[in-house]
Nanobody, 115 residues
Framework: QVQLVESGGGLVQAGGSLRLSCAASGSIFSINAMTWYRQAPGKERELVASITRGGSTYYADSVKGRFTISRDNAKDTMYLQMNSLKPEDTADYYC?????????WGQGTQVTVSS
């Protein structure tokens, strides 16, 4: 089993920044893709950003240019640097990793951006 521990969420004013982290622990041999999702009330869950083990990245158009995803393979940790935050970014953010073709989800961390 793999456990994902997220941190870094909180309340921030529009235009501010937050850095989310997701650390994996447990029965890990090799983590493949690591992905951030988010879901706001009344909205569908959406992919925010993803990063492969080799470092290739993908961003949703809504966050491109403002968010940066990265990972530290030695620490089994990924990060999401969020700059120029907007109220529309308010959501629960979840990390997802794949280990041996199994999917694991984090507990979620709340990000609230005030006007």
């Amino acid at each position: 089993q793999v456990q994902l521990v997220e941190s870094g969420g909180g309340l921030v004013q529009a235009g501010g920044s937050l850095r989310l982290s997701c650390a994996a622990s447990g029965s890990i041999f090799s983590i493949n893709a690591m992905t951030w999702y988010r879901q706001a009330p009344g909205k569908e869950r959406e992919l925010v950003a993803s990063i492969t083990r080799g470092g290739s990245t993908y961003y949703a158009d809504s966050v491109k240019g403002r968010f940066t995803i990265s990972r530290d393979n030695a620490k089994d940790t990924m990060y999401l640097q969020m700059n120029s935050l907007k109220p529309e970014d308010t959501a629960d953010y979840y990390c997802r990793v794949t280990v041996a073709l199994r999917i694991y989800w984090g507990q979620g961390t709340q990000v609230t951006v005030s006007s």
